[in-house]
């Protein structure tokens, strides 16, 4: 079975400050690893992708993500907190035709 | 290029109605993923049509149906509304025949009260 479970469902950062949102997964076969961030009362937005390349993986906005297949998890980052990415995030997991989402960490950033 | 967009953007129903969703797809796009969004959590899959089939469903019932015409544009079906269907229904499209590493494009969703 494939899942993502995201470790805390709130965040709070300092504006500046290192960022690091927690994704773990289980999959049966080599993951397609995904993350989204959502603004208010918008769809969801691709930030990154990881499709079996490069382990360590560049997004838009600053994020990135790292894929570690032997703790089977696929942490975003981004080294300093600006305002502007307070938001949803979600983790994703594809397996065929199916994305399966985490429930979401809600980030805030505290200026 | 037009995003995803999808219409209306509110809708409030009573138990036991029906509703149709829709959804235009990103110029160019073939595939349409159709999502529900309760609050507090992340999206569940629903279906996703390509090339006018439905090529693969989630964890939902009959009642759930969808459709997608020569255009691309897609329409999500629920019948019986229950109130457990209130939520935020996401529409995604994408170009591919829906493997793993095509891109969806979300649209901003409707948010489906049910009373």
């Known amino acids: 079975a494939q899942s993502v479970t995201q470790l805390g469902s709130h965040v709070s950062v300092s504006e500046g400050a290192l960022v690091l949102l927690r994704c773990n997964y289980s999959?049966?076969?080599?993951?397609?690893l995904f993350w989204y961030v959502q603004y208010p009362n918008q769809g969801l937005q691709l930030l990154l992708k990881?499709?079996?390349?490069?382990?360590l993986v560049k997004g838009i906005n600053g994020f990135e993500a790292e894929f570690k297949k032997s703790e089977t998890s696929f942490h975003l980052t981004k080294p300093s907190a600006h305002m502007s990415d307070a938001a949803e995030y979600f983790c994703?997991?594809?397996?065929?035709?199916?994305?399966?989402f985490g429930t979401g960490t809600s980030l805030t950033v505290i200026p | 290029e037009t995003g995803v967009t999808q219409s209306p953007t509110h809708l409030i129903k009573t138990r036991g109605q029906q509703v149709t969703l829709r959804c235009s797809s990103q110029?160019?796009?073939?595939?349409v993923s159709w999502y529900q969004q309760a609050l507090g959590q992340g999206p569940q899959f629903i279906f996703q049509?390509?090339?006018?089939?439905?090529?693969g469903r989630g964890n939902f019932p009959p009642r759930f149906s969808g459709l997608q015409f020569p255009n691309y544009s897609s329409e999500l079906n629920v019948n019986a509304l229950e109130l457990d269907d209130s939520a935020l229904y996401l529409c995604?499209?994408?170009?591919?025949?829906?493997?793993?590493?095509?891109?969806?494009?979300f649209g901003p969703g409707t948010r489906l009260t049910v009373l």
């Open positions: 995604a499209s994408s170009y591919g025949s829906g493997g793993a590493t095509d891109t969806q494009y």
């Open positions: 049509y390509y090339r006018e089939e439905e090529n």
């Open positions: 999959s049966s076969v080599p993951p397609y």
């Open positions: 994703a997991v594809r397996f065929g035709n199916q994305f399966y």
């Open positions: 990881y499709t079996s390349a490069a382990t």
């Open positions: 110029s160019g796009h073939n595939t």
